[in-house]
């Protein structure tokens, strides 16, 4: 499998948004954070209010992956989970 399981960890948003994101052609840590982003953010816009889309959009600037390598996504197992957060220091 080629796709690796992302789970957005916030203090500030209490849903859980998951997404699956292909590594093909993924080269960078912040390359997997933009798709999820992206994927998030698309999900928003059809499937929840204004107030939802607003909470995300304001988190967007920091989130992040932290004691996870670029290296350890790639390698991971297909069912290994990933956070990407908003609310601890990188």
């Excluded at 960078?28 to 929840?48: A, G, P, R």
């Excluded at 988190?59 to 670029?70: A, C, R, V």
């Amino acid at each position: 499998m080629h796709n690796r399981k992302f789970m957005l960890s916030s203090s500030n948003i209490s849903d859980r948004y998951t997404c699956n994101v292909s590594i093909e052609g993924v080269t960078t840590l912040q390359e997997f954070i933009d798709i999820f982003n992206n994927q998030i953010h698309s999900y928003l816009l059809i499937n929840s209010t204004p107030e939802k889309q607003n909470q995300f959009h304001s988190i967007k600037k920091n989130l992040h992956i932290h004691d996870t390598t670029f290296l350890d996504i790639i390698n991971a197992t297909p069912d290994k989970e990933f956070y990407i957060c908003d609310h601890c220091s990188q």
